[in-house]
């Protein structure tokens, strides 16, 4: 979206046009007499270049007519009027008369409406909602693109609404290129690193790519029935690989503590604190899992996945450290 460029410039009132306002009731005559009543100059408005339309202001505008103004200072938008729109939703949330929630809700439909790629969080940080709200109103909207692959974040970097294509691609390049970091894969692949190693466990581990929950309904497991020999001797074998997992571990974090040049500096004790808590999650994980609330599961999935990735760069810059060092020492 293309925002306010240029600097304050002095334009006549009589060349102003009213946008399509946010607004259910476009003026607030007591709010208009408010501010015509301030000794201070107000800050200058918003007005679409191209049709000359008042995009954020027009309290501050009907203020300056009141007082008998007939220029008015101004800031430019360039853009288009659908993007000049989900601009003043934007400036009207956060300063001036605030929109009723209604207002707010009416909002987010018509930029999702305009703007079908932006994720939900993007939509909702626009018109001051959560987003949650927003995701209930993308469901509820007749004007909703369910098919849409991919979404625009705050950020403007484009995303995928599902990881399932990215997993799968993932997948492939994995298999033909072995070796191909983390970091490389997730380039080529549109998702993140930490998701790019959740993929190589599971095809490591004779898994799907992509968990069930991603994928689609024909190629989701049967609901399970009665346990028979080969569904417990596959549930053993995978308790087998976390008890292995978890007995690696133990020993990696053995010879961490061991070692006197990390356990008697204040630095290396903060590193086996950190490492301590993943031996405590694996004890814990089937009491942690039942326990935790549902509505939980996504806020704190994501903020794992954080942490994973955060670990991840971690060790990759602790490899990189490494192989200068080995260079060196060459």
Excluded at 236 to 242: F, G, L, N, P
Excluded at 253 to 261: A, F, I, Q
Aim: glycine share 6%; charged share 25%.
């Amino acid at each position: 979206m293309t925002t306010v460029k240029g600097a304050c410039v002095s334009v006549p009132i009589s060349k102003l046009l009213l946008a399509d306002s946010p607004r259910s009731r476009a003026v607030d005559s007591s709010h208009v007499e408010l501010l015509a009543q301030l000794e201070e100059v107000l800050p200058p408005i918003t007005v679409h270049r191209d049709s000359m339309r008042v995009v954020d202001g027009v309290h501050r505008l009907e203020a300056a007519k009141a007082r008998g103004a007939t220029e008015i200072n101004v800031v430019f938008f360039e853009g288009t009027l659908e993007d000049a729109f989900a601009h003043a939703v934007e400036k009207n949330v956060r300063h001036g008369l605030p929109l009723t929630l209604q207002e707010r809700t009416d909002a987010a439909a018509r930029i999702m409406a305009s703007h079908a790629d932006w994720s939900d969080r993007r939509v909702a940080a626009t018109a001051g909602l959560s987003r949650k709200a927003v995701a209930a109103i993308r469901r509820m909207s007749a004007d909703g693109r369910a098919g849409e692959a991919v979404r625009t974040g705050r950020d403007g970097r484009v995303r995928p609404v599902s990881s399932a294509a990215g997993r799968e691609h993932a997948a492939r390049v994995l298999r033909e290129n072995p070796g191909a970091s983390l970091r490389e894969v997730a380039r080529v692949a549109g998702i993140s690193p930490s998701t790019v190693r959740d993929v190589r466990n599971r095809t490591a581990s004779g898994e799907d790519p992509v968990p069930v929950r991603q994928r689609p309904p024909d190629r989701r497991p049967p609901v399970p029935g009665p346990a028979t020999p080969g569904t417990v001797r596959l549930a053993a074998a995978r308790e087998q690989r976390m008890a292995d997992c978890s007995r690696r571990y133990a020993n990696l974090l053995h010879g961490l503590k061991s070692d006197p040049s990390v356990r008697l500096t204040e630095s290396g004790r903060l590193v086996l604190r950190l490492l301590e808590t993943r031996l405590i999650l694996i004890g814990e994980r089937d009491r942690l899992l039942q326990a935790i609330p549902q509505h939980c599961v996504p806020n704190l999935s994501a903020a794992v996945r954080q942490c994973a990735e955060a670990w991840d760069e971690f060790a990759q810059h602790l490899e990189t450290f490494e192989a200068a060092e080995e260079l060196g020492a060459g």
